[in-house]
């Protein structure tokens, strides 16, 4: 029976016969795209026209048959579609234009990322530090030099499955898009005898001593990404990135609140009462302060532009807070004076326990 005759190969790829050679490669894309087999399960007409399609990128993307087809309309690969060689044809030009698109090509390994716990002190955090880390990721066996291989390189063979080619091609519909190969992970490679060292994995883990920056004003749960510092990728993947987990121990005197510096100061009832001068040590510095006296429990006296950096530059204030530290024991001694104390001072020196014990009385005088 004969065939009908074969449609003009620059009109199946939508192209005028001017088109360059990269609008020729940018139709067939697109169009195979929409109608490769695989995306278009079932759908005979689909196959037909992705046959057609690829038959004319097969004749008009090389440069000689495009010229023999322009002068005679017709070349010696202009045939029907079903032997063996003409779908070898079709499958290289698709692999060589869509890669790894769908599935095709040897594969590389990305490195895993790494994640560390650096736990810093309150100032270490506020100020920012470089610090010395020890963290384990995964490398090459030194042993197999990452081929899993023993005696390395050498040690290697082509794979059976797929004749060293690192992809297999299943059997299955007009035109399957070559997978890697499961055998050997698309390398084309496996070992002739296992690495005994990483028992054929080819990698091992290994110490990494790093030094890494910790910017100021660092809080507890920040990270620092530090780019290609994780584990190694494989057969020429990208390496993992190290990611450090900042972890700041509790401070007994130290708090943060945004930008400012918070510390609390415990002073005895005497220093309140009669009022003294203390040192009070800032994160970088140590400054002396006039406590007046009088001063109450949660008094608050600013220092400023001593407290936290800002990322945009500068420093909040710091607020140092006052907390009046009572005696927890008490010698008979002590005892009997603050006894006396109490009287000598009288109700007037306890304005606002006057005041709180007033409100008692009018509230019981109300009957409530």
């Keep these: ?133 020890r963290f384990t990721r995964t490398a090459d066996c030194p042993s197999c030099r990452g081929t899993g291989a023993e005696g390395g390189a050498a040690g290697l063979v082509p794979c059976d499955r797929c004749q060293g080619k690192g992809y297999v091609r299943p059997k299955s519909g007009f035109l399957s898009a070559r997978r890697p190969c499961q055998a050997c992970a698309g390398s084309g490679e496996v070992a002739r005898v296992r690495c005994q060292a990483c028992a054929g994995t080819g990698q091992a883990e290994a110490e990494r001593v790093f030094t890494v920056r910790i910017p100021p004003g660092s809080q507890a749960g920040s990270t620092q990404r530090v780019s290609g510092e994780g584990s190694p990728g494989r057969r020429g993947g990208p390496a993992g990135d190290l990611h450090v987990i900042v972890r700041v121990k509790p401070d007994p005197f130290y708090r943060q609140e945004g930008d400012i510096l918070v510390i609390e100061v415990p002073l005895s009832v005497e220093e309140a009462a009669l009022g003294t001068e203390i040192d009070i040590p800032l994160l970088d510095e140590q400054v002396r302060m006039k406590i007046p006296p009088g001063t109450q429990s949660g008094a608050v006296f600013r220092v400023r532009r001593k407290g936290l950096p800002r990322p945009a530059g500068g420093r909040g204030d710091a607020h140092v807070q006052v907390a009046i530290e009572v005696p927890t024991a008490v010698p008979d001694e002590a005892r009997a004076l603050l006894e006396r104390l109490g009287p000598a001072l009288g109700a007037a020196a306890y304005p606002r326990r006057a005041a709180f014990r007033a409100r008692t009385q009018t509230h019981a005088a109300r009957g409530g």
């Design 1 to 133: 029976m004969p065939r009908a005759p074969a449609r003009d190969h620059y009109e199946v790829l939508e192209v005028e016969r001017t088109a360059s050679a990269a609008e020729i490669k940018a139709a067939y894309r697109r169009l195979a795209l929409q109608h490769h087999p695989d995306r278009n399960a079932g759908d005979r007409r689909a196959e037909e026209k992705f046959k057609e399609i690829s038959l004319a990128y097969a004749v008009l993307g090389d440069e000689d048959r495009r010229a023999h087809y322009d002068r005679f309309g017709a070349v010696a690969s202009d045939l029907p579609f079903g032997g063996e060689a003409d779908i070898r044809v079709v499958t290289d030009f698709f692999d060589a234009i869509f890669g790894d698109l769908f599935g095709t090509g040897r594969k590389r390994v990305a490195g895993q990322d790494v994640r560390y716990t650096l736990e810093l002190g309150f100032a270490e955090a506020a100020l920012g530090c470089q610090k010395e880390i």
